[in-house]
């Protein structure tokens, strides 16, 4: 079956009582055993059943599921955010003394946790520029604990290549680890680029418009014992697993997310070749445009599309403050792939704390405003783009 099959028709495997269609939401915390041996062995994990939801829950146990029917993982772990998912991955890898060589270019949060939380923990980062396949064989050493990567990094859209890397990383028993946010993961195939876990913030395209929170790690099983300690570590002692409110929302959004990406992606390339022939537009950003430096790495990492973000530069900082000042239908916010298109200038915001030497090295400017665009007819979203650019 294809994958936007696959994605409505996988069934939960404990139906209930009446037979309700979708998977029902088990908003319990505990689970009751029919006698003390199968308790004991749900327990000690001799059985597979659910004994505390902060641990494993029905509803959450379907999600799982059902993203795994959609990758050749061998698990699945949902989350209560992307940054649980991220956080967890990168403490299931590192030790005192180890090191994570991965990119100046990251997600606001993976930052900060690499550089100053794991930091703090004794735990090394090295910001280098992936791009360069030289800088990352020199990057890694005996102490490595991952290669930790975006697929297209957020606000740069900058993309590495990923089966040279993997490979690099592989010679020297080193696993790398992708954030696939940016795509999602029923368009690709990280796996055979050789990446070994994916991380990705479901709160994203999966949430289907913004309705919850969640991340999720999909491990293909190359290194077997990051997995023992997500699973029986991490996930128990952390105490960050999916509520199961979320996961029900995510299932519904997980049978949405090909039209819905199909339709938003297809937005996007139409809206970035569009808006280069705007006056006042000193560029457009987009790796789906011919001319972008990515564009057929990206093409021939992630397939067709290119995914619902995409970047445009104006004269200066108050330009794209009048910009947003002035939108009716984009909506001022931070988030991505919601239904709605979403404009934010990033410098300002997301990346407002961080001093201007560390934006420089991020290449977060301040002439940068960042859209996600939603499901809306793009000539609406032009028409705003226009009338927001226009001075009185
Ligand atoms: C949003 C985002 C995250 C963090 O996800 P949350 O669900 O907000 O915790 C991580 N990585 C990328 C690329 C993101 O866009």
Not at 12 to 31: A, E, H, K, Q
Not at 53 to 61: L, Y
Not at 215 to 229: A, M
Not at 335 to 354: C, E, M, V, W, Y
Request: glycine share 6%.
């Amino acid at each position: 079956m294809k994958k936007q099959t696959i994605a409505i028709h996988t069934p939960y495997t404990r139906p209930d009582t009446y037979g309700s269609l979708s998977v029902p939401i088990y908003s319990n915390v505990s689970f009751e055993f029919k006698d003390a041996q199968t308790m004991s062995d749900a327990f000690c994990n001799r059985i597979k059943a659910p004994d505390y939801s902060r641990i494993s829950n029905p509803t959450v146990t379907n999600f799982e599921q059902r993203v795994k029917a959609l990758t050749e993982a061998t698990h699945v772990t949902a989350f209560n955010s992307g940054m649980a998912a991220i956080s967890t991955a990168l403490l299931a890898l590192v030790t005192h003394g180890k090191n994570i060589v991965t990119s100046h270019h990251l997600f606001g949060n993976t930052l900060a946790f690499i550089s100053g939380t794991l930091l703090r923990l004794g735990v090394k980062p090295r910001l280098r520029n992936l791009t360069n396949l030289e800088t990352v064989e020199n990057s890694i050493d005996e102490q490595t604990a991952c290669v930790f990567l975006e697929i297209i990094t957020n606000p740069q859209l900058e993309v590495a290549d990923l089966k040279a890397i993997a490979e690099i990383a592989h010679k020297k028993g080193v696993p790398v680890i992708a954030d696939s946010t940016a795509i999602p993961f029923t368009e690709t195939n990280l796996k055979a680029l050789g990446v070994d876990i994916e991380v990705v913030s479901s709160t994203k395209y999966i949430s289907g418009g913004g309705t919850s929170l969640g991340g999720l790690i999909i491990d293909y099983g190359t290194f077997p014992q990051i997995n023992q300690r997500i699973k029986y570590d991490l996930l128990i002692n952390l105490g960050v697993y999916m509520t199961p409110q979320a996961a029900y929302m995510q299932t519904l959004g997980l049978e949405t997310l090909y039209v819905r990406y199909q339709k938003q992606a297809a937005n996007a390339q139409w809206l970035a070749e569009s808006l280069r022939n705007v006056n006042d537009i000193e560029h457009v950003n987009y790796v789906g445009l011919d001319d972008n430096p990515y564009h057929n790495l990206a093409k021939q990492q992630f397939g067709p599309t290119a995914g619902a973000m995409l970047t445009i530069d104006l004269a200066s900082r108050e330009a794209c403050f009048s910009f947003l000042n002035r939108l009716r239908v984009i909506h001022r916010a931070t988030n991505l792939f919601d239904s709605r298109t979403l404009a934010i200038h990033p410098a300002s915001t997301i990346f407002g704390l961080f001093p201007e030497r560390q934006l420089a090295q991020m290449d977060v400017r301040q002439t940068t405003l960042r859209l996600s665009v939603g499901l809306e007819a793009p000539e609406d979203i032009l028409s705003d783009i226009e009338q927001a650019l226009k001075k009185e």
